[in-house]
């Protein structure tokens, strides 16, 4: 999983242009699809349930991409399908049934119309959650923001834990070089509520404006995953 490690020639840090999300706490990881004809079900309508072979440890509002393709050095595979219908694409979790099932709404007008269908095996890939021990920085980015101190522009975090967490800390960092003791904790950015009913967080940091950004789980006290979203 992507925690911070000091960025190099041989590991370049990942800018953010404006409107560009990174994960500090969350990654692309691949899930095998179970076998056709259960591993994929199209219904009237274009959702999708899929079934995996492992817990696939993804989030509502996700997106995963079923098919073809590499992201983030993730290799796809295509699945089959009963029918011959089209299931490779992009997809948004909008419920999650089990750890290893998932409700899917495409992306792509195409796939959404295309005809009720079954099929499996292949390869979906999305945003997983992460459990890193506490305290535990994330990646950082590189930001690529205003140039003004008097803008309004900056860059906003959004993060969700699996369950409730207890009490928690998570830190909103920055710094001007990019090294491990340069970071400090925004003023006012150290996050210790979420929102109750789905153990979300969000953060506008538009007076702040490092040209490095990171998460860093300070502390926690429930075993939950994490997922953290820097947008320039």
């Known amino acids: ?12 840090l990942a800018g953010l242009m404006r409107g560009v999300a990174g994960y500090s706490f969350g990654k ?4 095998t699809i179970s076998a056709s004809p259960g591993g994929l079900v199209r219904a009237a309508g274009g959702v999708v349930t899929i079934t995996v072979s492992a817990a696939h440890n993804w989030q509502i509002g996700g997106n995963v991409y079923i098919g073809l ?8 595979l295509e699945p089959t399908s009963v029918l011959g219908t089209r299931f490779d694409g992009w997809y948004t979790v909008t419920a999650i049934g089990s750890a290893t099932t998932a409700t899917l709404v495409p992306n792509d007008p ?18 997983q959650y992460e459990s890193p021990a506490a305290p535990q920085a994330g990646q950082a980015f590189a930001l690529s923001g205003p140039v003004s101190l008097n803008s309004s522009l900056g860059f906003a975090v ?9 009490a928690f800390e998570v ?39 490092p040209k490095f950004a990171r ?17 320039g």
């Open 215 to 231: 998460v860093r789980l300070l502390s926690v006290t429930n075993a939950v995953g994490l997922v953290a979203a820097i947008r």
């Open 158 to 166: 959004d993060g969700k834990f699996s369950g409730a967490p207890g």
């Open 69 to 76: 393709g590499v992201i983030s050095g993730v290799t796809g």
């Open 171 to 209: 830190d909103i960092q920055g710094a001007d070089a990019d090294a491990d003791a340069n970071y400090q904790t925004l003023a006012g950015f150290n996050i210790t509520s979420v929102d109750a009913t789905n153990n979300t967080f969000h953060a506008d940091c538009t007076w702040n404006i």
């Open 110 to 127: 195409v796939i959404l119309h295309q005809a009720p269908d079954t099929g499996g095996v292949g390869t979906a890939i999305g945003i």
């Open 28 to 31: 692309y990881l691949a899930s």
């Open 1 to 12: 999983m992507p925690n911070y490690v000091q960025s190099s020639l041989q590991n370049p």
